[in-house]
């Protein structure tokens, strides 16, 4: 019986007002929130990620989307909404300098080698369910990234979790392009069987063929230089190519490289080819060992988005330690801490607190890694990742210490707008169920003809199937909540 | 029944501990779990277990004094289903010995495949987890599990009882349909194994031939009689209901129910029935689309307000299994979401212990208990916590053993570039 009406459902949800009539198709889903002109928060205890440090009973004036001010006792301009965040704690909105949590469809264009024209922003994917639960713990940005497939990914997009919003609202229109690089057993295909394996299948081919892309990038700019100018007129313009576009872009410092790797020898060789074609690296990401070549990164210039504790899943992270971040923040690179993982992004305070608990790494210099320095690696340090004058009005309220495991977000603002707030989350809660019986039942009338009661099926309180029932699949997939 | 050679019967290997030598450890705040936190307590241990505790305990004259001011004691941690042991390096077959092949693995015992050399013990041990429920993974009747502590020289020395439950992976197609076939293949095999049962009672009295040897059925025997529990693996709300059915009708009255957060919409049904539960991460994403974002942290809570005994793990999986430490994190978690922070810290230490048959040595510091505990610099579901010493058996743990702590020193003492390093 069920996977019908299931099926049903699924599609009377996802084509939303053609079947379900007045119901919006997003019924979990907000419109956006309104930005006040002005809100004050008063009283708390404030972990500005920046030299200020922490500040306490502290007041916050945001106005029209941006920190206004932050002192004592700030005077709150008429019609202000004032919280009182006495005794909880105040952070800037944490940032995932490495996701892939709100893409729709393939994260990887497995293909190719070098898919560096392919670009995420074409699949942000804004109706997925991760962004509002990854909200409701603090998250603020994400950087959504091509996968680890190839030497030379595609590029990535960076976005604020404004749910509701449109894809294209969600992108932070300034934010610098950046593209995926990846080294070691995930673009040496080492841990599947390919139908046609495709070169390289080593680490030192890995090295080789980024050292080739790039003599072939600046190859295509000379041809278009000697192009440019008085000579185009008699000649046949070369040949326009995406790939080579991103990797010239790359060398003339306007998209950045973020590298997936886990072992200290490929980072050092991909250092030296950059540095061989006269770019940087702008960071290394899960980096697992990064600690063991942290004063070459360093000396390079290149940041570390690591996790924080996974290790011993694939040979290439038998030398990982939860101690990586502490150790390469001792060696002045700066170290962000993702999660590559929708779950994890829920509560990247607490990755954040493993910094302290493995290494000894300062409480507010362990928060800087999953706000600031994120913000900076992914070139938004001048407005996201740290609390002060000027900056996007993008923070959490923590009901406790927020690298307390007893913490909880109470409210989660981003451009001064109030998008997640749990206590109307808890009152919603009993409508939004509502709304969800009531969609069932239109379907189940529309299925049964005449709104026929089906007494069984209407006391069946089992009808919220298991995620991996087909219908349900479908159903995750369409919603995009996968 | 008489007929109770099987080699297999509950074998637990309870020995005395080791460590001959009586030990005061005095100054920190002792956390015992059974009771109140003792500020400035006395864990007063001989020969490997707890002789005392308490503020006030009587110290005789030959005890070693350990001055442990400023750290907390807690009972070493409880991971109550994990690969650990079976697993090195998740990519790498020759690593994994989590997953035997075929559905009917009822012959399988985990300890026997206990790498005790595994590099993710010491890791472990040094975040304070100290004894492990080690689970087979393959198939439908998935063999016998063991409790194991994280410290031997030999997986015979760690074993602490073997078999602690049958494991079962309740088929999810039977949630609906009675008729499903797995269900079906289990039942045949468990009828089969009772026939076997009946035919070795009938030889022992002298009535019939002797049946021919059945591994499998030797080891379903003491499950059918009740001795060993089933720990019944399930996904959703609909195939934990019906797989707490199918016990019934199986007439299987030693259950333990293994599941993620949908548990606890079973809580008053496994309260009812006095059935403890496995909670299996509340670290996890809301199974449906429309659940609320909380739905798995609140999961503890709900258990505990029934009044349901239950034990937080991570899953289980190999790609935890270097982080079974972590365990606390997931019950802190469950704190932050309405669990007790009392019973937050009993679902990795004192109800993990009930739940595997060791409630009697282990999961609290209590006099009789072994001294199977760890200090650290805080609360231990704190992130920011660091474990510093931990002690299985009496017996002091080298966490200079850890990889982790090795590669950490090592390169934390890499001259520096400059030269000022």
Redesign the interface.
Same mark, same amino acid.
């Given at each position: 019986m069920?996977m019908t009406k299931l099926f049903v459902l699924t599609v009377a949800v996802a084509m939303g007002p053609g079947l379900a009539g007045a119901h919006d198709i997003e019924?979990?889903n907000s419109p956006q929130p309104e930005q006040p002109d002005h809100v004050l928060i008063r009283n708390a205890t404030v972990w500005t990620a920046d030299e200020a440090g922490i500040l306490e009973n502290t007041d916050i004036l945001i106005r029209r989307g941006e920190i206004r001010r932050i002192g004592e006792d700030l005077r709150a301009p008429r019609g202000s909404i004032e919280i009182d965040a006495e005794g909880r704690h105040v952070t800037p909105g944490l940032i995932d300098a490495h996701s892939h949590a709100a893409m729709l469809g393939g994260v990887n264009e497995m293909s190719l080698i070098s898919t560096a024209m392919v670009e995420a922003r074409d699949i942000v994917d804004a109706d997925s !369910?991760n962004i509002?639960?990854q909200m409701?713990?603090g998250l603020t940005t994400m950087h959504l990234m091509h996968g680890s497939a190839n030497a030379i990914g595609g590029q990535n997009v960076t976005v604020k979790l404004r749910w509701g919003a449109d894809p294209a609202d969600m992108i932070i229109d300034d934010a610098p392009g950046t593209i995926k690089f990846a080294l070691g /057993?995930n673009p040496k295909q080492?841990?599947w069987q390919p139908d046609n394996p495709r070169y390289p299948q080593t680490r030192h081919g890995v090295a080789q063929v980024v050292d080739e892309k790039f003599q072939m990038a600046r190859d295509y700019a000379e041809r278009h230089e000697a192009h440019a100018g008085r000579n185009a007129r008699d000649r046949v313009p070369p040949r326009r190519d995406l790939e080579m576009e991103a990797l010239v872009d790359i060398l003339q410092g306007d998209i950045d490289v973020h590298s997936h790797g886990y072992r200290a020898d490929e980072f050092l060789a991909l250092m030296r080819t950059a540095e061989s074609h006269g770019f940087r690296i702008k960071a290394f990401h899960h980096v697992l060992e990064g600690?063991?070549v942290? =004063? $070459?990164m360093a /000396?390079h210039g290149a940041g570390a988005s690591t996790f924080s504790?996974?290790?011993?899943?694939?040979?290439e992270?038998?030398?990982a !330690?939860?101690?990586n971040a502490a150790?390469m923040h $001792?060696?002045s690179v700066q170290v962000s801490i993702n999660s590559d993982n929708?779950?994890?992004a829920?509560?990247m305070n607490?990755e954040a607190?493993?910094a302290?608990?493995?290494?000894?790494v300062g409480?507010h210099e362990a928060l800087k890694m999953v706000t600031a320095n994120a913000a900076d690696q992914l070139g938004l340090g001048h407005r996201l990742g740290r609390l002060k004058e000027g900056m996007d009005a993008d923070l959490v309220i923590w009901s406790g210490h927020p690298?307390?495991?007893?913490?909880?977000p109470d409210q989660t603002w981003i451009d001064g707008r109030l998008y997640f707030d749990r206590e109307r989350?808890l009152e919603m809660?009993e409508a939004?169920?509502a709304e969800?019986q009531e969609l069932i039942a239109l379907v189940r009338e529309s299925e049964n003809g005449e709104g026929e009661n089906d007494d069984e099926e209407a006391d069946d309180n =089992?009808d919220?199937?298991? /995620?991996?029932e087909p219908g @349900?699949q479908l159903?995750?997939q369409l @919603?995009g909540?996968a | 029944m008489l007929r109770t050679t099987v080699p297999l019967l509950l074998v637990l290997l309870l020995a005395a501990p080791v460590q001959a030598e009586t030990v005061a450890y005095v100054g920190a705040t002792i956390h015992p779990v059974s009771g109140e936190a003792i500020e400035d307590g006395v864990l007063l241990v001989r020969d490997g277990r707890i002789e005392a505790i308490g503020s006030d305990v009587d110290v005789p004259g030959e005890a070693r004094t350990e001055d442990l001011s400023g750290l907390h004691l807690y009972p070493g941690l409880i991971h109550a289903g994990t690969v650990l042991g079976l +697993?090195?390096?998740?990519?790498?077959a020759g690593t994994q010995d989590t997953t035997e092949m075929g559905q009917i693995n009822a012959a399988i015992r985990a300890e026997v495949a206990v790498n005790h050399d595994s #590099?993710?013990f010491a890791p472990n041990v040094a975040g304070g987890l100290l004894t492990a429920h080690v689970v087979p993974q393959g198939g439908m009747i998935r063999g016998t599990s063991a409790a194991i502590s994280l410290s031997g020289w030999n997986w015979e020395e760690m074993t602490l009882a073997a078999p602690v439950g049958m494991h079962v992976a309740f088929p999810?197609s039977a949630? %609906?349909n009675d008729d499903d076939d797995d269900l079906r293949l289990i039942n045949e095999v468990l009828d089969q194994a009772r026939s076997w049962s009946r035919a070795m009672t009938a030889w022992s009295d002298g009535a019939a031939p002797r049946p021919a040897h059945n591994d499998q059925f030797a080891a379903l025997e003491p499950v059918l009689e009740g001795e060993v529990p089933v720990f019944l693996h399930t996904?959703? %709300?609909?195939?934990m209901h019906a797989a707490l059915d199918w016990a019934e009708r199986q007439g299987l009255e030693e259950i333990v129910l293994v599941g993620g957060p949908d548990l606890q919409h079973l809580a008053s049904r496994l309260a009812q029935g006095d059935i403890p539960a496995i909670l299996n991460g509340v670290? +996890? #994403?809301? &199974?449906?689309?429309?659940e609320?974002?909380?739905a798995a942290y609140v999961a503890g809570a709900k258990l505990a307000e029934a009044g349901v005994r239950f034990a937080i793990t991570d899953g289980g999986s &190999?790609?935890t299994?270097?982080?079974a430490r972590?365990i606390t994190?997931q019950a802190? #978690?469950a &704190? &932050?979401?309405g669990l007790d922070?009392e019973a937050a810290l009993k679902s990795v230490t004192l109800w993990p212990a009930e739940i595997i048959g060791l409630g009697d040595e282990l999961g609290s510091l209590e006099a009789g208990k072994r001294a199977t505990f760890f200090a650290a610099t805080g609360d231990a579901? %704190?992130?920011?916590? *660091?474990v510093q010493r931990a002690w299985i058996d009496g017996e002091e743990y080298d966490l200079s053993r850890d990889r *982790?702590?090795q590669?950490?020193e090592r390169?934390?003492g890499?001259p520096?570039?400059d030269g000022d390093?």
């Open positions: 069920k019924a979990w !369910i509002y639960r409701a713990g /057993e080492s841990n600690y063991k942290a =004063d $070459e /000396e504790d996974w290790w011993a899943f694939k040979y992270a038998r030398d !330690i939860p101690y150790l $001792e060696r929708p779950e994890l829920r509560r607490l607190a493993k302290v608990r493995y290494g000894g409480e690298l307390s495991v007893y913490s909880r989350d809660r939004w169920e969800r =089992d919220q199937p298991d /995620e991996n @349900m159903f995750r @919603m909540g | +697993t090195e390096i998740g990519s790498v #590099m993710l999810r949630a %609906e996904h959703g %709300e609909r195939d670290h +996890t #994403m809301p &199974a449906r689309g429309w609320p974002y909380d &190999a790609f299994a270097g982080n972590h994190f802190g #978690m &704190a &932050a979401f922070r579901l %704190e992130v920011t916590t *660091q *982790q702590r590669l950490y390169y934390r890499r520096g570039r390093g």
